[in-house]
């Protein structure tokens, strides 16, 4: 199985901070990765596809880049809105997420 | 974007078995990989697995034991069979699409299940 292993777990920013995410594969994913934003009792919300992809809709200050093993989710000057918790997913081989990251206010 | 819902009973007694039916509009369930995923109650998300074709599945190695995906194309639903639950199963089950090289890009809203 591939392991996904997410950094930080919790991470405290304010409002217009540059945010970064990184995930790391246990083994080469290609460029197989998606990164998904939750927020409390709601549905994941898709945000990148294939490392780097911006799903439809989703504010260009969100980037994702990497390819291979080490993968970063960028949020660039941090909104209200973005205040949430982050996952990754390889889907190079069936699928894994990593454990989350909680982008709290500090 | 397709439409899920997940439907089946928000409790299961110990050592039973957990049913869940997705059903789906909006697509049909012979193409694209139909997931299910959980979240125990403050944790984080597990891909428990996925149908394709109508009939091929893949499960995540920790479950694979427990676990079984079937479709039903008359209906266009998928389910989701999990046998003898503990408590350790108690989580949010989500349904989800998968769009090959997208990832899971429509979700169902997700439904609780408790093991009592």
């Known amino acids: 199985d591939i392991q996904m292993t997410q950094s930080p777990s919790t991470l405290s920013a304010s409002v217009g901070d540059r945010v970064t995410i990184t995930c790391r594969a246990s083994q080469s994913i290609n460029s197989w990765l998606a990164w998904y934003q939750q927020k409390p009792g709601k549905v994941p919300k898709l945000l990148i596809y294939?490392?780097?992809s911006l799903e439809s809709g989703v504010p260009s200050r969100f980037t994702g880049s990497g390819s291979g093993t080490d993968f970063t989710l960028t949020i660039s000057c941090l909104q209200p809105d973005d205040f949430a918790t982050y996952y990754c997913?390889?889907?190079?081989?069936?699928?894994?997420f990593g454990q989350g990251t909680k982008v709290e206010l500090k | 974007q397709a439409q899920l819902q997940e439907s089946g009973p928000g409790v299961v007694k110990p050592s039973e078995t957990l049913s869940l039916t997705c059903t789906v509009s909006?697509?049909?369930?012979?193409?694209?990989?139909w997931n299910w995923i959980r979240q125990p109650p403050g944790k984080g998300l597990e891909w428990i697995g996925y149908?394709?074709?109508?009939?091929?599945?893949n499960y995540n190695a920790s479950l694979e034991s427990r676990v079984t995906i079937s479709a039903d194309t008359s209906k266009n639903q998928f389910s989701l069979h999990l046998t003898s639950v503990t408590a350790a199963d108690t989580a949010v089950y989500y349904c989800a699409r998968h769009t090959y090289g997208i990832g899971l890009e429509s979700w169902g809203q997700g439904t609780l299940v408790t093991v009592s």
């Open positions: 294939k490392a780097s």
């Open positions: 997913q390889q889907y190079s081989l069936y699928s894994t």
């Open positions: 149908i394709y074709n109508s009939g091929n599945t």
């Open positions: 909006g697509a049909f369930i012979s193409s694209y990989y």
